[in-house]
T-cell receptor, first 114, second 113 residues
């Protein structure tokens, strides 16, 4: 079964500091994609970053970067220079190439302390 | 922002009544999806569509049906709502079935009393 595990239900960080959110997944597939989505209190699901499994280089989007360890099946999200607007639920998700389903983790609630 | 509109945004109804949720997109994307979000489960796929009149089941499809008569509209129907279907429902769209990300609507909060 394909599963995604986010082992940290809640995290907090001081404004301007760096925080890392963990995600592990279980799959026997070799071609897949990994995503981090952000869900603020407004309930929107916003794509933060995307990683192709065949790429060794870690994806980066401004203050957001990932540490993708394919052998360990780990996909953590690093947020640098945390801002108050980063406070949200963060979901890790996985999708096999050609498959329709996004498999989501249970989410990590991130709080930013001013 | 992807042009996805879900309606209604909120609905309260009674057990046993039929409910239809609508998803409308302006992106002309081929793929459309319905997910439900419940505490402790993240989002789970209910049904998806890969073209007009082409739909298939997801992992939690029991009690739900869908229809897609036009590219831009994807309807989710609860034929006889039950309290276990109280949830937040998200529509998503995607250009392709490969690695393109799915973009989500703002969700519909459905309460069944």
């Amino acid at each position: 079964a394909q599963t995604v595990t986010q082992s940290q239900p809640e995290m907090s960080v001081q404004e301007a500091e760096t925080v890392t959110l963990s995600c592990t997944y279980d799959t026997s597939e070799s071609d897949y994609y990994l995503f981090w989505y952000k869900q603020p209190p407004s309930r929107q699901m916003i794509l933060v970053i995307r990683q192709e499994a065949y790429k060794q280089q870690n994806a980066t989007e401004n203050r957001f970067s990932v540490n993708f360890q394919k052998a360990a099946k780990s996909f953590s999200l690093k947020i640098s220079d945390s801002q108050l607007g980063d406070a949200a639920m963060y979901f890790c998700a996985y999708r096999i190439w050609g498959a329709q389903k996004l498999v989501f983790g249970q989410g990590t609630r991130l709080t930013i302390n001013p | 922002d992807a042009g996805i509109t879900q309606s209604p945004r909120h609905k309260v109804t009674e057990t046993g009544t039929p409910v239809t949720l609508r998803c409308h997109q302006t992106e002309n994307h081929r793929y459309m999806y319905w997910y439900r979000q419940d505490p402790g489960h993240g989002l789970r796929l209910i049904h998806y569509s890969y073209g007009v009149k082409d739909t298939d089941k997801g992992e939690v499809s029991d009690g739900y049906s869908v229809s897609r008569s036009k590219t831009e509209d994807f309807l989710l129907t609860l034929e006889s709502a039950t309290s276990s279907q109280t949830s937040v429902y998200f529509c998503a769209i995607s250009e392709s079935a490969s690695g393109q990300p799915q973009h989500f609507g703002d969700g519909t909060r459905l309460s069944i009393l």
